[in-house]
């Protein structure tokens, strides 16, 4: 797999906010296996057990050939992915200058969409926000094994159909700004079901939450090495491609500094 995977980090991924009854951030102020969510818009916390890593390896789902660039990885506690159906979600764009990237299914699985909401116009950057879609705007959950899903969120269209089943690597959408993206990228994502098996398909016919946000590992090009890395592991700024490359470290790995 030759992907380029450029990640920004930030010394904001260190920062934490007293929210209610515990520190949303990293580190939080949870007991060992146990992490700080938001759990209500009020912004209520509480300590949550850690879920397991989903057991699949994904694929980035972006074009191979493709620079990525991550602008909001989890948990940082000046930023969105702080409750419990997006806390290891990661957020990916293209380089604001060139094209949308296209979007690919990075696991095979059973496709359900949620369309129909308008991409809007303006700078790819700087983009105006709605609900639709539950704020997620048009999305695709693709149900894996185990009743794990993962999720494609903001899309500029959408390329295949509730009901299909979705080859790995197979394009099934445009990156966009749709919902509450307030920048072009694409918000990607794995959720573990609950309930009984009989009933995941119907969570899947609404739109939004499908279940809770869990841990998980994908490849990726750091420097011209492939990695597997964990997306619980990563942290990311919202980029700012005004300026020169922005070098940090990344967190569990032996590697001094990013590119």
Known sequence: MKIIFTLLLSSM???????????????????????????????DSRCV???????????????????????????????????????????????????????????PGKAFVHSGCKNPAGKPDQTKTDDCGLGYGNHVFLLHNEGYISIYAHLSEVLVKTGDNVRARQEIGGEGATGKAAHRHLHWDVHK????????????????????SVPYRFRVKINGTEKIVNSSEIACRWLDQTQAPWSGTYKGSQDPKLK
Not at 23 to 41: E, H, L, Q
Not at 84 to 97: C, E, F, G, V, W
Not at 194 to 204: D, R
Request: with cysteine.
């Open 13 to 43: 991924a260190l920062a934490t906010v007293s929210i209610a009854n515990c520190f949303v951030g990293i580190p939080d102020d949870c007991p060992t296996g146990k992490v700080c969510a938001k759990y209500n818009p009020a912004g």
């Open 49 to 107: 057990d850690i879920p397991k890593t989903a057991p699949m390896i994904f694929d980035l789902p972006f074009d191979e050939s493709s620079k990525v660039f991550c602008t909001q990885s989890s948990r940082l506690s000046t930023a969105t992915h702080v409750f419990q159906n997006m806390l290891y979600a990661i957020d990916l764009t293209s380089h604001y200058k060139s094209d949308p990237g296209k979007i690919y299914a990075s696991a």
């Open 193 to 212: 079901l609950e309930g009984p098996k009989t009933s995941w398909e119907k969570t899947l016919s609404e739109p939004g939450w499908g279940g809770y």
